[in-house]
């Protein structure tokens, strides 16, 4: 199963070209029904091939273009192990494909974009959140959803505090702190060798605040809740220093080092969830509540226009719904149709990349949800 990761999403959402293929389908991991996977790709292809051609490309160009995903169907890629979803993104110069914990609804979109809307449930809307696996070993950032896990790369971070601070860990005596005040409303109690604990308490937060320093460029645009795993005397001091403004009060307790992360993700998911219920809650009645007014509207010729400039701070979608017709982004224009055209572009879609792109939350929801519209947004101004 493969995970993807926000940058990915935001590679896919800056594509351009007269000609973008996306592709979904359901795929199976076991069973009968895995036979029936390769044929409904291909059939897909086939289809995409066929409207290619009514669009204006040539049957050769049309064949190179889809080359690289009939290759898959060529190279046992259906006897390894599948998820419940794939997705397929082609265009002259570009070719990716994801096996997604998704089970997509079959479906085909050519256009100038890629059609992304389907991968919504992936994105931070759908539990997407952080653990930092701290000791002083050994430090790992794992993007999160609730479907799976991925380890970050953290380019210039020191991973250890005797990286950070180069000192032999070995050497420093060893200490332990309470996790209940020496009074109501102190500080943690250390318990040492006198001023020597001290010190090691003074070391631990020059390392946290060196962190902060270097993890500063991960978190800068990032809003998304962080779990803390580590063991218990070192989070009220990661909390102190306060590295990350999103870090939940509950925290992974333990030595990380002994937990691989996928079942980092599962214990974190726990902790989030409450989370991410009131987030959307307390999303959908501000949007009940400001309705009417300058800050929020269900007519996509409020929304899209508003996407693109940047002013939507909370974007909701019915993932299954289209809404067809044509936006000039310079004059701000809209026209929707009932049906598609010529020249035509989701544009629901279309302003789902346009938010998530420039920093707003986006939430699938499922129709009923939808307060008689297919689209809903809250402004920030």
Known sequence: ???????????????????????????????????????????????????????????????????????????AFFSRRMAEGLSIFLSPDFFRHFKLPVA?????????LFYLKPLIPLLHCCKRFFILAVSKKSLRLIECTD???????????????????????????????????SSP???????????????????IRRWFLILKESLHPVFRQETIPLVFAGV??????????????????????????????????????????????????????RFKDLLGGPLASDNIGDILPGAA??????????????QWGIYNQASGSIEVHRLRQTGDEDLLDLAFAHAYLNGGNVYGVDSPEMFGKNGAAIFRY
């Open 309 to 322: 400039e940047g002013r939507v701070e909370t974007l909701f979608l019915d993932t299954d719904a289209r």
């Open 232 to 285: 218990e005397y070192l989070f009220p001091l990661f909390k102190q220093v306060q590295i990350y403004k999103n870090t939940l009060n509950e925290f992974i307790e333990g030595n990380p080092d002994e937990v691989d992360s996928p079942e980092l993700q599962k214990k974190g998911l726990r902790l989030v969830a409450p989370h991410f219920s009131r987030e959307k809650e307390r999303a959908i009645r």
């Open 104 to 112: 997509f609804n079959e479906r085909l979109n050519i256009g100038p």
């Open 147 to 181: 479907f799976g896990a991925n380890d970050v790369e953290l380019k210039g971070v020191p991973l250890s505090i005797q990286e950070a601070l180069g000192y032999n860990e070995e050497t420093i005596p060893l200490f332990r702190m309470s996790s209940q005040a």
């Open 1 to 75: 199963m493969d995970f993807v990761l926000q940058d990915e999403i935001r590679q896919l959402m800056h594509t351009r070209s007269k000609w973008c293929v996306s592709l979904y389908l359901p795929t199976h991991k076991t069973g009968r029904d895995t036979l029936q996977d390769p044929i409904r790709l291909d059939n897909l292809l086939r289809a995409a091939e066929k409207e290619l051609g009514a669009e204006g490309m040539r049957s050769s160009e049309a064949r190179e273009l889809l080359q690289p995903a009939r290759d898959l169907l060529n190279e």
């Open 185 to 203: 409303g102190g500080s943690p109690m250390v318990h040492g060798h006198g001023g020597a604990a001290e010190s090691e308490k003074e070391r």
